[in-house]
């Protein structure tokens, strides 16, 4: 069965940070380009940032650049999103996301909730 688990998110202050990790079974990691995706209430789902199968290339959201890092291991199976100098506008439901071709999973979501 593929699942996709997505954890640590949470409730943090403006500056503070989190680092969420996205477990993934059922596949192998290695096969899939891994992506965060985030959904604000009343907006659409963004992209966050995204890695190559093998981390040698990285993609960020302009909003996210130099504060946000992907990263993968995929012995472990698992991505791992850290997030710095968080802001209130960083609220969001954060989705993990695999993709191969036309293959693609979603994770749950876990929440992130920046406010003090």
């Known amino acids: 069965q593929v699942q996709l688990v997505e954890s640590g998110g949470g409730l943090v202050q403006p500056g503070g940070s989190l680092r969420l990790s996205c477990a993934a079974s059922g596949f192998a990691l290695s096969s899939y380009v891994m992506s965060w995706y985030r959904q604000a209430p009343g907006k659409e789902r963004e992209l966050v940032a995204s890695?190559?199968?093998?981390?040698?290339?990285?993609n960020y959201a302009d909003s996210v650049k130099g504060r946000f890092t992907i990263s993968r291991d995929n012995a472990k199976n698992t991505v791992y999103l850290q997030m710095n100098s968080l802001k209130p506008e960083d609220t969001a439901v954060y989705y993990c996301?695999?993709?191969?071709?036309?293959?693609?999973?979603w994770g749950q979501g876990t929440q992130v909730t920046v406010s003090s």
């Open positions: 996301h695999s993709r191969n071709g036309i293959v693609n999973y």
């Open positions: 890695i190559s199968n093998f981390g040698t290339s990285t």
